[in-house]
Every structure is written in structure tokens, then in C-alpha cells.
């Protein structure tokens, strides 16, 4: 991915909008571009063995959705090709992510649960997907993966792993080797398990509830919005399938999800999104600022409505409802047989 945005995107949102957009993929950039180089010197440096030609360091979350700014974690999986490698290098995994963490100066994962190294069978396998021994673990990584992957290092490409994740969607057996149907269940059902993760967490008193109240209001909302959207307009460019619609599908995963959603919408509601986007990137902007964040954490759930210059949340709500708006408005100014795909795959 390159470190700047479209040329055309400025048509689209004021300057202020597309200054931020812009320096979330400067820093993003420049974050990944320096983890390259950290990781890169220190396999090198290493007596394991550890074949990088047969590795990929994929970038998850705002980093790898090209929407971070100052002080933004880095989650990042490992993907080997082939288990004898992926076992030499989980040996120097923790202390390479120590590393990391040290010259970015910034919160690495620390390589459990989702963020642990992996091997590419594990996220590829068709007869996993959907069946007993498809895990919530896999079934996150697989999602993340395909649709905010970025690719920090590795010789093993990230396309090619992409291709092999909607090559197990997209079997003839599975979905006829169209939509990939399949794929669309998965990626609702992941966004349903957010909703229900957060709501489990809030009720049981979670710390920091109001940051993840705001980030599934806005960022995981936007990403899902982009992913329903650009897949269906999509297939309606191409109903009958073939060869052209699976390249292109690979070819939308391979965009952050503000460039996804502005390409499937620039030319059929341009000004709606220009102004969902403007919605949008004042949440970015907002995240970016250390005492934005403090305030946050600092919200107490009970008094979440009151009005004082020290709680930001009611002004944040009331932002991500302008948001949420406009991607009813979205809908609603999309063709008839674009919006009855929405909801037949992804809404019922």
C-alpha cells in the first residue's frame, strides 16, 4: 500500500477531512515501513534457520485498516507457510516482539490468542470453515486477515494467502463458486460476536467501557459498512460470476476500508459519502489526542449523559449517530437490487 491516498479523494471531503485521512496513512506507514526493517534485521541476525521466504507479518486493526494516528497499538500475526517453520520461529516470536515494542515505541501484541503465529493451512482449510473444528479464534484471524490485513514483511505474499482464504470460500461445493455467500455469513457473524462481546463485557463492569463503546460505534461499524457495501456492488457489476468477479473480489480486500467503501460508492452516492466520511474521520482525529482518550477512560457508565466539559461521550454519540444516517441514507439512495442483496446476505 502506498503511503498516500487516491488523488481523487479530496473531491469527496472538506481539506481538513482529507489532511487527516491522509496523515492517518503517513503514520501508518511509517510505523510499518520501520517494523519491517527491525524484523527483517533481527530474523537475519538469528541461528534458528527461519526460512522468511515462507513467512508473512501481517498488520491487523487501525494499523492494518490504514486509519491510525499517534499512540495506536500494532497487532501482528505471523503466517507461516509450512508448520516445520512456523515451530523455529515461534521460539524467537516473544522476544522479537519485545523488540518491536522498544524501537516503534508504541503497544506491540503480544502474540496470544489471535495475534499468535499461525500456519496458513490453519486459515485456508475449506473444510474447517463452518464445521466443528472451525474455532472463533480462526474464524477472526481468517476475517481479519482478508479484509484489514497489511503486509508488514515475509516473503510468503499476502495476496497469495487472501487468495487462498476466499479459494476455500469460494469452493464449488460450498457456494457454487459465485458470491461466496459463505463469506458474507462469516463476516456478519464476526461483527455480531463484537456487539455481543462488548455488551457481555459492559454488563459484568468493564474498565474502559467507553472506548469500546466508541469504537464499535464508529470503526468497526465503518468497517462493516464498507465490507457489505463494496462486496455487493461488486456483484452486481458481475451476476453471472467468472473469472473477472473473483479478481476483482481480491482486488477490493486488498484497499483499507475508507478507499473500499469510497470505490464502491463514488460514482451512485457520492455526496452521501463524502459526508459519512467527513463523520468519520473527526472520531480519527479525536482518537489521535492523548487527553481525548484519558477523558475517555475516565467516563463512569452511570453518568455517560452528563453534560460537563470533562465527558466527551455525549458529543461522540451524538457524532456517530450523524454517522450512522448516513449509511441509512447510503442504503436508501442505492439501487433496488443492490440494497435487496444487503439485506438478503447480510441484515436477515
Not at 28 to 48: M, N, P, W, Y
Request: aromatic share 10%; with cysteine.
Amino acid at each position: 500500500m502506498s503511503k498516500r491516498l487516491p488523488k481523487f479523494f479530496e473531491k469527496f471531503v472538506k481539506e481538513q477531512s482529507a489532511t487527516i485521512y491522509e496523515e492517518a496513512a503517513n503514520w501508518c506507514f511509517e510505523k510499518t515501513s520501520l517494523a519491517r526493517e527491525v524484523i527483517d534485521h533481527f530474523v537475519s541476525g538469528q541461528s534458528l534457520g527461519v526460512d522468511m521466504t515462507k513467512l508473512c507479518f501481517i498488520a491487523v486493526g487501525s494499523i492494518g485498516r490504514n486509519e491510525a494516528l499517534d499512540a495506536s497499538d500494532l497487532d501482528i500475526i505471523p503466517i507461516a507457510k509450512e508448520r516445520q517453520v512456523l515451530d523455529k520461529y515461534r521460539q524467537v516470536d516473544h522476544e522479537l516482539r519485545g523488540l518491536l515494542q522498544e524501537r516503534l515505541g508504541i503497544h506491540i501484541s503480544k502474540g496470544l490468542d489471535l495475534t499468535k503465529p499461525d500456519v496458513l493451512d490453519s486459515v485456508t482449510d475449506p473444510e474447517s470453515i463452518g464445521g466443528r473444528n472451525d474455532t472463533r479464534q480462526h474464524l477472526t484471524k481468517r476475517i481479519l486477515i482478508l479484509t484489514e490485513g497489511r503486509e508488514v514483511t515475509g516473503g510468503l505474499p499476502l495476496r497469495d494467502i487472501r487468495q487462498a482464504i476466499l479459494g476455500a470460500y469460494g469452493n464449488e461445493e460450498r457456494s457454487r463458486g459465485r458470491h461466496w455467500l459463505s463469506l458474507c455469513n462469516d463476516i456478519a457473524r464476526y461483527y455480531r460476536t463484537l456487539c455481543i462481546e462488548y455488551k457481555t463485557k459492559a454488563d459484568h463492569g468493564e474498565k474502559d467501557w467507553c472506548t469500546r463503546n466508541l469504537k464499535l460505534r464508529y470503526s468497526r461499524k465503518f468497517w462493516y459498512f464498507a465490507n457489505i457495501v463494496s462486496i455487493v456492488e461488486l456483484a452486481e457489476k458481475y451476476p453471472t460470476g467468472g473469472a473477472k468477479y473473483q479478481n476483482h473480489f481480491l482486488e477490493i480486500f486488498e484497499r483499507p476500508p475508507v478507499e473500499r467503501l469510497l470505490g464502491a460508492l463514488q460514482e451512485i452516492q457520492p455526496i452521501e459519502t463524502g459526508r459519512l466520511l467527513e463523520s468519520y474521520s473527526f472520531f480519527l482525529q479525536f482518537m489521535s489526542i492523548e487527553s481525548n482518550r484519558v477523558a475517555l477512560s475516565k467516563v463512569q457508565h452511570d453518568a455517560r449523559y452528563s453534560v460537563s466539559p470533562d465527558n466527551p461521550f455525549p458529543a461522540m454519540k451524538f457524532n456517530s449517530d450523524l454517522l450512522h444516517g448516513h449509511m441509512l441514507r447510503v442504503i436508501d439512495g442505492l439501487p433496488q437490487s443492490i440494497r435487496r442483496r444487503i439485506f438478503d446476505w447480510f441484515l436477515f
